[in-house]
Nanobody, 115 residues
Framework: QVQLVESGGGLVQAGGSLRLSCAIT????????MGWYRQAPGKQRDLVAR???????NYADSVKGRFTISRDNAKDTVYLQMNSLKPEDTAVYYC?????????WGQGTQVTVSS
């Protein structure tokens, strides 16, 4: 059973930074893409950023220029560096891995940005 283990969430003031990590228990090259979604209370889960097995990245417009997704193939880990955080970034962040047409999800990590 594939597992995605997230870490790095927490409470930060507006303008601050956090780095989320997502370690996968399989070889990262078995994925077609990995990335992050987030879900705020009462809202749908939206894509934040993703990175393909070829290293192509995509970002939601709301985080472009502030967030950076990267991967360390040797550690089977994907990172989300979040800078210039805003209160509207507050949400539960979920890591995902795409294996062909099947998606595995992490358990989620809370990010709270205070104003």
């Amino acid at each position: 059973q594939v597992q995605l283990v997230e870490s790095g969430g927490g409470l930060v003031q507006a303008g601050g930074s956090l780095r989320l990590s997502c370690a996968i228990t399989e070889n990262i090259f078995t994925t077609n893409a990995m990335g992050w979604y987030r879900q705020a209370p009462g809202k749908q889960r939206d894509l934040v950023a993703r990175i393909t097995d070829g290293g192509i990245t995509n970002y939601a417009d709301s985080v472009k220029g502030r967030f950076t997704i990267s991967r360390d193939n040797a550690k089977d880990t994907v990172y989300l560096q979040m800078n210039s955080l805003k209160p509207e970034d507050t949400a539960v962040y979920y890591c995902y891995g795409l294996f062909g047409t099947y998606v595995h999800w992490g358990q989620g990590t809370q990010v709270t940005v205070s104003s």
